[in-house]
């Protein structure tokens, strides 16, 4: 993302320089796109994926600090390399802190420098995606955890606004595993946890988020067009899960609250099934 | 406010399921809504009024005699065992527990009578109903024609207790009659391998003498306990003593030992009958009960099937959680609420 035809050139002639020499072993050729305006940036951003962004930070139409922000928002998971001159070095090592990868001052832009960032950049920032997804998962079910769900539900909540889906949220426990732990073993309060897990994969869909958010809870969000798609989803999912001795379900859905609205009645819907859902004659 | 319930079947020794609902009820209302603006009235009829004296009575709590034509006054009467005194009352619920009378005969046929009229009685002038499942349910709503917007599922609840430290025994809870299906109980264990013991616990019901015939006349007679009637204590013992519990019944309004065996850890066999499926859900082997060949090969299964055991026992576990007497008392409490 750079505005100056200038620099636009010197880059191009590194990365010439990069690939004929083969500077690296491994190197391969790379498709680049320019962008010479904040907001051209975040369009192309939205609409495709890369494998890093070095981002000028005296773009037009934004100004430093806050063009990095947008950057980094609109694309979490893509290096960011910020192109910064010698006079703004202190303003871009505050940025590798807040996120970017590394920066290149200008006036030293070769090839050399710029291959080993460019590189080291990419490789640093699939590392810490793979640990990040890590820590974003449940160990024993694999599911997410309660981590993963509230950094992958606050996207779907805004994948939700931005397309006005609607949001259903379902709040499931599994009550008696303290118990399974006293009278059986700990491998058979897992294995307990492994199999709801399992049943819950088994009726949700891929594209659902689900994750084990306690001990013996677990919550799912799923978008769906219609308030019907919504109805026939619970429906689908208890039916899916009547018959079965484990696990006890509230629900929520909405197309307004907040996200940790739906998440707190979902819960309630779980308390009330026990003490009030009673007049189907359901008590699942 | 004043709430009054007929106590009758929570007084005596031998308490039966109803006798253990109505304790639970009784006393759980009492405990947890300690709200000085309600006074609970428990009533005796006059059989079981003198041996209620022996029972302590919680604060806000009131002993009343209970006959058809002298009720207490209170906003809201609720008879636990589905039937109602023939006086007026200003509003009332009742519990079903099960249509026996109606659909089998499982009793004499005096008592399937006098126990059917009063049943519908209960049902015809009731604001509410509580069904202790949603099987009872559907009994009460097609065969005494209640409207389904008057019917509330309250399902029994289970006190939580300690894993016992299992035998080669076969357990079963239950009076000795028909409907617990105790001959063919007898001769599907029979078919057992040797070394395993059958405890039969539970009174002499309904006709018990031919069940009583069978068992003597049993080739595993010495393996076979006929324990009687056995209070709490000794009931808990055998929970905690049992390998597998067997209750294949040919109908149950709920089946509460089911969920006693499953908190105790213990994998049940039990029938596809009455409400027990939907107690037990895929937590039990649920069996045929009347083939005799059907309850020996699942008795056969669990007693050679160490996996099929495991999954039974924790699975068990996890559906025994899912009740509680907290839940069914809060639940009841919900219902008087739409009431008064």
């Known amino acids: 993302m750079e505005d100056e035809p200038d620099e636009i050139q010197l880059l191009e002639e590194a990365f010439l320089e990069i690939e004929e020499k083969r500077f690296s072993r491994g190197w391969q050729a790379c498709e680049r796109v320019y962008a010479v305006s904040l907001e051209e940036g975040l369009t192309v951003l939205a609409r495709d994926r890369f494998d890093v962004i070095l981002l000028d930070l005296s773009l037009p139409g934004g100004v430093s600090l806050h063009s990095f922000l947008r950057v980094h928002a609109q694309a979490p998971e893509t290096p960011i390399i910020v192109l910064t001159s010698s006079e703004d070095e202190p303003l871009a090592l505050s940025l590798v802190r807040q996120g970017a990868q590394d920066y290149l001052i200008k006036s030293d832009l070769d090839c050399a420098p710029l291959a080993r960032v460019l590189r080291c950049s990419i490789e640093r920032n699939r590392l810490s995606v793979v640990q990040q997804s890590i820590s974003l998962m449940d160990d024993l079910t694999t599911l997410y955890n309660h981590r993963g769900l509230t950094h992958l539900g606050e996207r779907h909540w805004n994948l939700a606004q931005q397309h006005k889906l609607h949001v259903l949220v379902m709040q499931a426990s599994l009550p008696g595993l303290d118990k399974i732990r006293e009278a059986l073993s700990m491998q058979e309060r897992d294995i307990a946890l492994i199999e709801a897990a399992d049943l819950l994969r088994g009726a949700f869909s891929e594209t659902d988020l689900i994750a084990r958010t306690g001990t013996e809870q677990f919550t799912a969000i799923a978008l769906l067009e219609t308030s019907a798609a919504v109805q026939e989803k619970i429906h689908h999912i208890s039916r899916q899960l009547s018959g079965l001795a484990t696990l006890q379900l509230g629900w929520a859905y909405s197309e307004e609250t907040r996200l940790e609205d739906l998440l707190t009645l979902a819960g309630r819907s779980l308390c009330e099934n026990r003490l009030v859902e009673n007049r189907a004659g359901c008590y699942l | ?340």
């Open chain 2, 1 to 340: 406010m004043k709430i009054a319930l007929d106590a009758t079947y929570s007084a005596g020794p031998n308490l039966s399921g109803v006798g253990v609902y109505s304790r639970e009820i009784l006393h759980g209302l009492a405990h947890m809504h300690p709200d000085p603006g309600v006074r609970w009235l428990w009533c005796y009829r006059p059989h079981r009024f003198l041996k209620s004296l022996r029972i302590g009575l919680p604060r806000r709590c009131g002993r009343r005699l209970l006959l058809d034509r002298l009720v207490p006054d209170a906003a809201l009467f609720h008879g636990l065992n589905q039937r109602l005194p023939s006086t007026p009352l200003r509003r009332s619920v009742t519990t079903f527990h099960d249509l026996f009378v109606l659909t089998g005969e499982y009793s004499s046929p005096e008592f399937r009578q006098r126990f059917a009229e009063q049943a519908r009685q209960a049902a015809a002038r009731s604001d509410l109903i509580i069904a202790v499942s949603a099987f009872t349910a559907g009994q009460v709503e097609q065969l005494l024609g209640v409207e389904r917007s008057r019917i509330r599922v309250v399902p029994h609840g289970v006190h939580p207790s300690s894993p016992g430290i299992p035998e080669k025994i076969i357990l079963s809870v239950g009076a000795l009659q028909k409907r617990k299906n105790t001959i063919r109980l007898v001769e599907a264990f029979e078919r057992c391998p040797p070394g395993w013991k059958l405890v039969l616990a539970g009174s002499h019901g309904y006709e018990a003498g031919e069940a009583l015939s069978r068992i003597e006349a049993s080739p595993r007679r010495a393996d076979i306990e006929l324990t009687g009637y056995v209070d709490d204590v000794t009931l808990q013992g055998w929970y905690g003593r049992a390998g597998i519990f067997a209750f294949p019944s040919l109908d149950e309004g709920f089946g509460m030992p089911v969920l006693e065996a499953m908190s105790r850890g213990i994998p049940v066999l039990t029938s596809n009958r009455g409400a027990l499926p939907e107690v037990s859900l895929d937590a039990a082997l649920l069996v045929d009960p009347e083939s005799t060949g059907a309850i020996a090969d699942g008795l056969r299964r669990l007693i050679t099937d160490e996996s099929l055991q495991q999954t039974l026992r924790r699975k068990g576990l996890l559906r025994a959680a899912q009740f509680s007497w907290e839940n069914a008392v809060k639940r009841t409490w919900q219902v008087y609420l739409e009431l008064v």
